[in-house]
Structures are given as structure tokens and as C-alpha cells.
């Protein structure tokens, strides 16, 4: 079995301050892993994902994430945060190598808002 | 490239009624798969079709259904609807069914049920 924990729920921070939103996984076997952001009213929208390789990934509107593979850790961060960037952000894990039949198990959200 | 649709984007039911849902995938995209959001479960996967058949189902009672038709379009179907069921239900698409394709998610259908 596979479960993706988010630590936080919600997450508040002033605009141009930096943010990191926590995830933890748990699987059996070795996973790729993804963090996807949800506005409001809208589906879900992919900022990065992990597969194989450097363990610091870059994606879009200016954030990363670093795979810990001892610590099982998925964490994403910017260093300066928008008014825009407020948003639910949901990080999520699938089976590595060969067919994953489409199944992404999520984590529950974090709720990101920035003040001015 | 158009991206992943639904329809309708909203939808009121009542409890014992059927509901049929829609989407249509991004063009040349073989796989879908549909995702049920509530507040108290989150993010839940349903099934996933590829090329009309099931290939994936998730842990829901046989009430959810669903079918792909030789075009990729995707249809999922609920029967004697429950309160519960009131939920945002989420397409999403992808070339094929490897492991990291990258899904890309419609819109959603809210459906609430009274």
C-alpha cells in the first residue's frame, strides 16, 4: 500500500517571503512523485515531478522540490511567494517503472495564502 | 492543443437518480482517468480507461462505472445516487499509461446530490 501525508494543512506567509510545503511518503516500493497546484474552480495543474535522477527539481512559476530518499520526503519550495501563488498545492505518488494504470495517490492538501 | 474538458461543469441530483458525466481527453491522449474530490476524503482515484478498456479501478462500490469509447472520450456513470456522492468529480488525460506520464486534469464536474 501507498499513502502521501502533507504535514500542514494551511500554510500562511507574506508576499516575497519564501515557502516550503511538506510531504511524506510511504510505499513498499519506489515511487515518482509529483506536486500538482489547484486554483480555485479549476482542476489540477502539474509544477514538477520526480522520476529518476538529481534529486532537486525545478518546475514552473518558480518552484522546486528536493526527493529525500531516507528521510521519504518530498518537500516543495520558493524562495519568494506571490499574491498569485494562493492556491491549494496537493503532492502526490504513483508506482515507479512500468504501468501505473493511471492511479496517482494524493495527499490531502496544503492550503497556501499570501498576504500582502 | 485544446485541453482536458467536462461536462457538464455542474450538476444537481437528487438521491435514487443516475448521473451520466463526460470528458473529453486532449487530442491524441489514449488514457483517462477520473478522480472523486471531497472535503472529508480528498483526492480518490475511481478507474482509469485506456484504449476502452478498464485497466485500473479504485475501492468504490459497483454503483460508479464507467466506459471509453474508440475516440478516448470517457464517460463515468453513478446510480441510485447518494448524499455522499456530492463531490467534484476530475477527468484527467495522458498519452499512455506509463508510470510518470504526466496526467492533465479538466476542469471537474461539481455534482451535488440532495
Known amino acids: 500500500a501507498q499513502s502521501v501525508t502533507q504535514l500542514d494543512s494551511q500554510v500562511p506567509v507574506f508576499e516575497e517571503a519564501p515557502v516550503e510545503l511538506r510531504c511524506n511518503y510511504s510505499?513498499?516500493?519506489?515511487?515518482?512523485l509529483f506536486w500538482y497546484v489547484q486554483y480555485p474552480n479549476q482542476g489540477l495543474q502539474l509544477l514538477l515531478k520526480?522520476?529518476?535522477?538529481?534529486?532537486l527539481v525545478k518546475g514552473i512559476n518558480g518552484f522546486e522540490a528536493e526527493f529525500n530518499k531516507s528521510q521519504t520526503s518530498f518537500h516543495l519550495r520558493k524562495p519568494s511567494v506571490h499574491i498569485s501563488d494562493t492556491a491549494e498545492y496537493f503532492c502526490a505518488a504513483c508506482n515507479a517503472g512500468g504501468t501505473s494504470y493511471g492511479k496517482l495517490t494524493f495527499g490531502q492538501g496544503t492550503i497556501l495564502t499570501v498576504h500582502p | 492543443k485544446a485541453g482536458v474538458t467536462q461536462t457538464p461543469r455542474y450538476l444537481i441530483k437528487t438521491r435514487g437518480q443516475q448521473v451520466t458525466l463526460s470528458c473529453s481527453p486532449i487530442s491524441g491522449h489514449r488514457s483517462v482517468s477520473w478522480y472523486q474530490q471531497t472535503p472529508g476524503q480528498g483526492l480518490q482515484f475511481l478507474f482509469e480507461y485506456f484504449s476502452e478498456t478498464q485497466r485500473n479501478k479504485g475501492n468504490f462500490p459497483g454503483r460508479f462505472s464507467g466506459r471509453q469509447f474508440s475516440n478516448s472520450r470517457s464517460e463515468m456513470n453513478v446510480s441510485t445516487l447518494e448524499l455522499g456522492d456530492s463531490a467534484l468529480y476530475l477527468c484527467?488525460?495522458?498519452?499512455?499509461?506509463?508510470?510518470?506520464?504526466?496526467?492533465?486534469f479538466g476542469p471537474g464536474t461539481r455534482l451535488l446530490v440532495l
Open positions: 484527467a488525460s495522458s498519452l499512455t499509461t506509463s508510470a510518470g506520464e504526466t496526467q492533465y
Open positions: 520526480y522520476l529518476s535522477g538529481s534529486t
Open positions: 510505499s513498499s516500493v519506489s515511487v515518482y
